[in-house]
């Protein structure tokens, strides 16, 4: 699977944005889907993951209730909507695929990534 994110950008506080992360390979439908971000200085984390049929989502309690994730497998696509942004959701934020649901939150058990694409979100 071969991954790439796109949609970052500069916003202001309150505003929204919405990732987009095309895949290529067979192998999309079956794979969970993670978003993970890494902020300057500190390690990267999870954000939000969906299952491979899309009826499971998880979200960090960081981006609960703010941040949606879905995805489209006849387009191959995954969308991370992210609303109320905060200078903290600053990062670069990153697709990946990956295999059973019980590890989306493991960024080791995540074979495939993408490229990042960078959110900078100003007070």
């Known amino acids: 699977v071969q991954l790439q994110a796109c949609g970052g950008g500069l916003v202001q506080a309150g505003s929204s944005l919405r990732l987009s992360c095309a895949a290529s390979?067979?192998?999309?439908?079956?794979?969970?889907m993670g978003w993970f971000r890494q902020a300057p200085g500190k390690e990267r984390e999870f954000v939000a993951g969906?299952?491979?049929?899309?009826?499971?989502?998880l979200y960090a309690d960081s981006v609960q209730g703010r941040f949606t994730v879905s995805r489209d497998n006849a387009q191959n696509m995954v969308y991370l909507q992210m609303n109320s942004l905060k200078p903290e959701d600053t990062a670069v934020y990153s697709c990946?695929?990956?295999?059973?649901?019980?590890?989306?939150?493991?960024?080791?058990?995540?074979?495939?990534w993408g490229q990042g694409t960078l959110v900078t979100v100003s007070s």
């Open positions: 990946a695929a990956g295999g059973l649901w019980r590890w989306v939150k493991i960024t080791r058990k995540y074979r495939y």
């Open positions: 969906i299952s491979d049929d899309g009826t499971l989502t």
């Open positions: 390979g067979r192998a999309f439908s079956d794979s969970t």
